[in-house]
């Protein structure tokens, strides 16, 4: 087995984000990763953003700014310049944390069956990069997805797939990822996983990957209502697999859990759904599975 780093591709979306875009570019380049592709797409900002980047320019593969059709044009503009056999993309108000690359490019090494991973531990930070809350989903599975449990609203709601916390392979994009934003101006990152849960398994980590920035006047919470709309269109869209039946008695579960608001073991090893994980063993990282509610 090579002991060589996959090559790692990060888009990062930008306008308009000068106070904390610095910070998002550094958490990506300070790590030093050894096999980093980093493109940075800007949509014409006027607020000081470019003088920014244009202070990183050596350290990246790619940058430009000029207007575009929005965030996720500029994720897939960005992807069109990508070279690496691994790819994410981090908004340019969140951050990641100081182990994600290397965590990132071992799993892939190690693991050639993973295409898509997403951490279990999703932080969020506030405007002063101070940690305020750590959410940890029990997991996510395709068949919890198309199940409705993973929208991130709703009594069903089990969690959502941090979007800057998620990694994939290129093959992977290349089957499925004209999906980001292709119907959708919010939900793009829904849009995508749907797309990508119709043709690979997601692997689950516990190590937190990202920080996700909770900010005054953020489109997460200004346009939430739109959010959900386009989330229930896109789940209408997107049909679940032929070979992934529902759950049998999932409402039965449901009311055991709201009630106990525990989650009995027999009722999840019973009813619950099979996560895909992966775990360091011996210093190289092996996958396994377990059943969450």
């Not at 210093?283 to 996958?287: H, L």
């Given at each position: 087995?090579?002991?060589?780093?996959?090559?790692?591709?990060?888009?990062?979306?930008?306008?308009?984000?000068?106070p904390?875009?610095?910070?998002?570019?550094?958490?990506?380049?300070?790590?030093?990763?050894?096999n980093?592709?980093?493109?940075v797409?800007d949509?014409?900002?006027?607020?000081?953003?470019?003088?920014?980047?244009?202070?990183?320019?050596?350290?990246?593969?790619?940058?430009?700014?000029?207007?575009?059709?929005?965030?996720?044009?500029?994720?897939?503009?960005g992807?069109?310049?990508?070279?690496?056999?691994?790819?994410?993309?981090?908004?340019s108000?969140?951050?990641?944390?100081?182990?994600t690359?290397?965590?990132?490019?071992?799993?892939?090494?190690?693991?050639?069956?993973?295409?898509?991973?997403?951490?279990?531990?999703?932080?969020n930070?506030?405007?002063d990069?101070i940690?305020?809350?750590?959410?940890?989903?029990?997991?996510?599975?395709?068949?919890?997805?198309?199940?409705?449990?993973?929208?991130?609203?709703?009594?069903r709601?089990?969690?959502?797939i941090?979007?800057?916390?998620?990694?994939?392979?290129?093959?992977?994009?290349?089957?499925?990822?004209?999906?980001?934003?292709?119907?959708?101006?919010?939900?793009?990152?829904?849009?995508?996983?749907?797309?990508?849960?119709?043709?690979?398994?997601?692997?689950?980590?516990?190590?937190?990957?990202?920080?996700?920035r909770?900010?005054?006047?953020?489109?997460?919470?200004?346009?939430?209502?739109?959010?959900?709309?386009?989330?229930?269109?896109?789940?209408?869209?997107?049909?679940?697999?032929?070979?992934?039946?529902?759950?049998?008695?999932?409402?039965?579960?449901?009311?055991?859990?709201?009630?106990?608001?525990?989650?009995?073991?027999?009722?999840?090893?019973?009813?619950?759904?099979?996560?895909?994980?992966v775990?360091?063993?011996n210093?190289?990282?092996?996958?396994h599975?377990?059943r969450?509610?």
């Open positions: 087995m090579t002991t060589a780093l996959p090559r790692i591709s990060i888009v990062t979306p930008n306008y308009n984000q000068a904390f875009l610095e910070r998002t570019l550094a958490s990506v380049l300070d790590q030093n990763y050894p980093l592709d980093y493109i797409i949509g014409g900002s006027d607020d000081g953003s470019v003088p920014i980047i244009e202070r990183y320019a050596d350290r990246l593969s790619h940058w430009e700014s000029e207007p575009d059709k929005g965030q996720y044009d500029a994720v897939k503009k992807f069109s310049h990508a070279s690496g056999a691994v790819m994410g993309w981090i908004n108000d969140d951050i990641y944390l100081p182990w690359l290397q965590i990132v490019g071992e799993i892939f090494r190690d693991c050639p069956q993973i295409d898509w991973i997403t951490s279990t531990n999703q932080v930070i506030n405007e990069d940690a305020t809350s750590i959410f940890a989903p029990f997991g996510f599975s395709a068949r919890s997805f198309f199940d409705g449990r993973h929208k991130g609203f709703g009594f709601n089990a969690g959502v941090q979007q800057e916390s998620t990694f994939w392979r290129r093959t992977l994009w290349d089957k499925a990822g004209s999906a980001a934003g292709q119907k959708t101006n919010l939900a793009g990152d829904f849009e995508l996983w749907s797309s990508f849960f119709s043709n690979a398994e997601i692997t689950c980590v516990t190590q937190p990957l990202a920080a996700f909770i900010r005054e006047g953020q489109r997460s919470q200004v346009y939430a209502q739109q959010y959900r709309i386009e989330v229930e269109q896109t789940s209408r869209r997107f049909q679940r697999p032929s070979n992934l039946p529902p759950a049998p008695h999932m409402a039965i579960a449901d009311i055991v859990k709201k009630l106990t608001q525990r989650r009995p073991r027999l009722i999840v090893s019973k009813y619950g759904y099979m996560a895909q994980y775990e360091k063993n210093g190289k990282w092996v996958v599975c377990h969450f509610l």
